[in-house]
């Protein structure tokens, strides 16, 4: 799933989502649900839920949702504002209070260079200079 937060609807989404259905006169007759399903259609609930996924997701921006709901559905521009309305804080801003928080990213501080304070050497010196032995070592013939 890349990068994107898992969204956590709450157990009760579907039915929330079947009463905006039918507050805004969305239901289907059972008839003309199943022929939906049989032809491999969508049901109104089916769309919904589609579009709000997509919208918690990011897919489709909140400002938009009101022109998606009135394209996808065929609906009037006023159903499509108060159905975008009753989604928003009926169902979205549920599921946006239960995203998981994102882990802060936090620089560890770099640990500061400790130099002792030695006159520097310049660059004859530095290549005059005896090598020093190394007592952790030993001398390999």
Known sequence: MSNKQKIIFP????SII???????????????FLKKIGKGEKTAGGIIASI??????????????????KMSLKITQKKAM???KDIN????????????????KTQK???????ENQPKKTKKEELSSPIKEDNYRELVE
């Open 52 to 69: 709000v996924k997509k919208t918690a997701e990011g897919e489709i921006n909140k400002k938009n949702l009101p022109g998606t709901l």
């Open 109 to 115: 501080p770099k640990a500061p260079l400790i130099i």
């Open 18 to 32: 079947s009463s905006i259905v039918k507050k805004h006169g969305l239901e289907e007759s059972d008839e003309d």
């Open 11 to 14: 157990e009760n989404t579907s």
């Open 89 to 104: 804080s009926q169902v979205l801003a549920l599921a946006e209070k239960r995203l998981p928080p994102q882990p802060k």
């Open 82 to 84: 108060d159905l975008a």
